[in-house]
């Protein structure tokens, strides 16, 4: 059985090191973007992924296909049409310095996707799963459009949808946010949200939580879970715990609140490799743990300890195996050279 | 007294050596433009010189006006917007495998820039020269009626203008660039063209040249000068003569027709080290030998040389004084080490 | 329809640029090997390719994969045993000084295949072609063995065959190698030699021409290319043909001989960028062609301009396209940038 | 207004990563000095600056203005001579093991500088404040009667002179430092130094405080600082406060005494990046506080702030906006990527 | 006096920074092996030192002698010989991912040494101590008896014998290393071993610690002292300790026991540059400490010092002075800069 | 027997690949230096050399004397003291554009070496052979002296002695140069020079020859080598003959002058990876070769073919072997890869 995920999947560019954008010569490139960053996670746990996109006919596009396909996705239903490659620009961060992503995003040929443009039977054909993030919608009305069509046909196909909410401030307001993705929610099995998200998208607040002062909230998240369930009727709902000590030093947990239980997991303190993708990897690694029928409490530790290992993992990413993850659940993170 | 440069700069990214970009997994990034080139080229020579742009208000704005004034160019006149900065992905090639330049540059800054966006008078203010290169009318309308405001308030300073056709498919039809360069051509002293863009641009052929075979009829360029200052009234025309035997090994030469006289320089046979900007070195040499007072000859024999030696110069910026360019100039191309 | 490749793909070590064993400080690494080689190079030209062989379950197998993968190749039947990954070391040559490659491939998982290893019939389901070199028999009897039933197993497919001599010193004598590739001639088709396997293979040679000399002899091959037609029985040979001016630069052409007529490429005069896996690209070429129903002539012209490209590309791998190959058939080799 | 620094700036040559000097092949090249980092500090910050210095008028000596220039720096009063630059190695240090600074200085075309080689009232034509440091008059004794000039003139322009002790064992002994600069000290407004410097350079000690410990004592500092305005009558007198952990860790704060109040700031608990010209930054933080009009309390924070974000960017120059330097003081240390 | 140390030394290489085997597209490449690691290390604390081994004799080999010779080994003793280097590939961990190191060390020349290839007595002559780890007798019969053939010529000559236990399990099993280990203990004078290693070769267990825990019980360890020299009649056993938070933070201590009194080191806080060779440079730091003439606590103290300062150098080689180890001994452990 | 060469060794900071002093942001690292070129060369070959010079005690003395020990040179007589190491900065040319060569050697702790520094009859002890050049006295009065020195306890020892007379401009005058270089000649068994330092240093001329043109007159170097000899009773001369087309491509050959025959090597044309070093590397061939027993026509071709070889590596040191050179001699230079 398959899983698909849909989304936009750019050039990453980041300078060497801890260089700034206005001091390097050069950016290391990568991709990544959120759809395509759980494809490849869950081609490294093993699970055949389908990753649906439009790139551009040229080079960059053939070396965007060439990396996904490295990584085992199956690019059968990327498009290419003339036009141009999204790139994001990351300066990594240090200490009391926050990392800086600059998006250069618009105009791109997934951007411009419209619905009819893929045929979703087949695409879903064999499909148990269906994963996409908030970010995909907000590309624009006809990529929202055309989102709502891969619902329908993943429903269609009885694949489980998942949603990540990954509110992105600079694609759309969030009035228009709340409006959208409030029209998804319907087709969404299972939502995951980090600390803000919800509250940004749909004005649902954790009490008692500042998320620049790195302290959480465990009961304000429960009830965050609990009215996401209520107003729009999802089965399970994930939230990730970020305390952000520095940019070089974060704490990581997450919960899974499946309608009744509220499962909470283990928190990691983290030195930070590169943060970007934490989230992703923490969906992939639920989605994982799901259709590998791990139950609420081992799915939310495998997903949490999978973006734990994320953040020692350079690029969006995330290069792990279900046996690495399963020895930092197992209770390793000890760091011992393994020989 | 100034020199006045306007046009779009962009980001450079390269991968390193002689790598593809389907192979890399990094870039090399530095900035570039006709214009931009020409600006750094003349200050490399001496020259004060302003260089006119947009520029986005982010990070990679601030890179570039960095890179500009590391050069010495007068970057007062550089507006910065929010959008986007024009990229453009430069492939090395070798041997026969050609070189290849991706442009991602539609929608950025410099590209809707509008008449009225600069105070042209404060910019001639003292100028003694204006240049431009056909690529800035085709970035669009209104940046074609900008360049021509900047031609209208030159010549008011009493500036000699330069144009550098440099044709460039990607962006207009020979058709469109015909229009529009020929009504620029009024304000245009001094014309420079490569071996095709005359006949790109105007339709004037020199007749018995087949670029892609890397031969080149001294006879046929004679006539293209003469049709160009015929129909347009310019003083001088100045073609440059590449003959390329592959991707690594050029011959370069160029010539000068002043209305009566026609200058061949001597003959270079290059190593290529980054052949990119070699068209802009040449034109900023003219202009630096020209305002300098030298005739036609040694003007033409300096531009070649600042050329010759830009080839074997990375990036678009050629980085090389006037004390180098009169060694070669003077006979010295053994290339013997300078201890 | 499908083309299937069988041999041993290793990892590639190189110190980057000039540098020599004795100085370097760090590899690049790559991976490549023969038929490796030419199953990317036909995945790049379209071709569906399936590449057979054996890699160890570590993560340097995993990451040989994933460049396999990364080009298109089907890896399915790749199998993964406990065991080492065979390395090469390689030197970049220049001038004077040639290009120097330590093998360390001994006991590898490839070279420990065993028949039965692979269900053939499944390998070759819907293939139209098979293709091999002398170095996988050469890796030892039982992978000779292999090779062997491969070979049948494409027969009963209805698969044509080609090998390519390769002949290795390294890894067998002359005497065993003759023995060995004789016993497969019968299942050969279409023969590939460079200008001294056939000699050191089977003995046969091309009189009046010295290798270290630099200097070809076209009667001498054709005169090869009979006898291996004659004593063999094999439907067509080709040889390619490399002047070694310099570890810089080389002189390359080639030719098919169909058992009746010889058809001789254009020669190219070349600048080095990467000379191995150049004659494996010239193989890649040749049955990219005519299983496109390509005719002699027009056949080693497009293998010989796709192995000239593959001199100009860092690593095995010719990352070259159909489109970028016709081009250089149809004469332009100029290298004149691309924008 | 413009502010006017003077001192040396040197190359700085250090090993990548955390290469030893006795390991590395290679190194990255920056520029830096104390004065030159306030320099450009202050022109990220936003202010008009100009640096004074002599430099080499070779090739070094040039691609060191081009990068004074590039951050903004008014380059019009660097001196260019025959002679060479000044450089610095520096081996960047982790956990335990300490960074290491080999300086290799003498003889540069700074430290021969004469009185009477600048028109010092040119050079404060319009200037609000002169900065330098205690490295500068250690360098030579006509180099510590140009000092004096400049305090001299940057007086007779009605400027505020800001000096930061910055003792240098290496160039001088606390006797000769303590002469030179008590002569100095009659010019000074603001005063600012190190845990360390008021002790080596004017016996005056911060009792009850172990440097090598990483502990300090406020009570103590506010000693020092009244003793230094009591001695020398400066008006305002800034404390750096840093508690060194480890090579990898220190902790950071600061504070300033008006000749009344003691303002004392946050203090913050650092990953070190580079911990080169985190003194500089502090100095040019203050001063872009002071010259903004920000009180006490609101200016000590922006000066730590700015110099605890130049611990985590590479190079002596701290390449960060007054905005980012707000945010930080602000309360957002987190480190939260932004998007 | 000389040192003589004997064993394998192997290329190393390790992604560029945090890169994983699987995303890598180059290797740094330098050496290192037990043995050879201790040799290096003694050197550069003044020691004249002998390392025997086989290497192959092609450029890798030479390039293997090179960088012994580099930091002023004797390799009068290496032979050199047909066939193999063994080489590991080493991935850098950090936070709760680990350290991986894959071996490829099978068939190299160090493997197939065989009693014999030595005239140990010219090894020996004037030699006061001789080295070994249990990395040696573990690359097989004939390298074991090798193994005990120096013991005994060291023993002839006088010297001191000390043998790191170092327990590989993917060398040999539990059993056969307690054999053979057995074996060698009558000739050993001081025993080095780190948490596991008395357990896993001699059944000999530190009650109440769990390593994966990061936990350590000094009671313990005083046992297992007490049962090694009981058991085997070595002089002296000294035992690292580490405690491993995290791949980027470890803890580190050490203890000797001579027999009658138990001298605990201070406890070292560490930041990781490169864990791999921490044991040797204990091993290393305690040679030079004895040979010196240090007693118990100074040695114990000056060993864990140098350790402590090996995990943030790059490679195995522990490149520091004994003037560096000493003032970290001396207590100035806070990093600050040495200007 | 061993061979002695005496001079400054610096270290040689050069941008990475064709990049130009004011554009690079890192320098590569090597040392290197006349005489110790030779040396290095000299023990590639195989024989037993010793370096004399001067190297401060940091951190960067130590790191060249491992870089010399890396090579397998005998560094017991280097002299370690406080004070600075030479350093010169190396741009590498292309095409027209020469490579150019910053000395910052003034003031290194080679120059400030002093009669009496060394013992003499010590260091020549066993030894055949002395070689210095040219650039050795000309770093001031007291180093002139030293080499006197050396060369009386060379002749005194039985040894042979070779000079390279290498003039540079920047060290010192051509009058002071004659001057001290005629008072040495009396020592001097061979003398090597290339085409210019005769005429600069004794002002004997070969007619017909302009050196920046490339071309060469054989008369004209007999000439000059019948002139040294009948001048100083040098036994034996030897010119380089350097033909340079372009800073990319040289053809080298050399000949040799034993008072009665003068052997002429064949000619190499050359594409350059470095050519720092290509005399030294000649003087090392010849020497190597004429203690070898070659004979004249022999001698010059070794001599001639090692430093062909050294213009394909990077870097002073030819790190070539014998039998590469032999195989060159041998007439293969077609640069074939050797597998």
Known sequence: MAIVTFGEIMMRLQPPGYQ????????????????????????????ETRFVTGLPENELGTACVGQLRRWGVDTRFVLRRPGRLGLYFCEKGASQRPSKVLYDRAGSVAAGLQPGDFDWDRVFDGAEWFHFTGI????????????????????????????DLNYRKKLWTREKAGTVMAGLMPFVDLLIANEEDASDVFGIRAANSDVTKGEIDLDGYRSVAEQLVGRFGVKRVAITLRESVSASRNRFSGLLYDG??????????MQIVDRVGGGDSFAAGLIY?????MRGADAVEFAVAASCLKHSVEGDFNAVTVG????LCGGDGSGRVQR
Chains 1, 2, 3, 4, 5, 6 share one sequence.
């Open 260 to 269: 009744g239980e509220l499962f909470v997991s283990k928190k990691y303190d």
């Open 324 to 327: 690495e993850v399963l020895a």
């Open 289 to 293: 743990a799901l259709t590998d029928g």
């Open 20 to 47: 700034r954008f206005t001091q390097t010569g050069s950016y290391e490139a990568t991709f990544g973007g959120g759809e395509a960053n759980v494809a490849v996670s869950l081609c490294n746990f093993g699970r």
């Open 136 to 163: 995909t919608p907000a590309l624009g009305d006809s990529v929202a459009a055309l989102t709502k069509e891969a619902c329908e046909a993943a429903k269609r196909a009885g694949a489980t949808v998942s949603c």
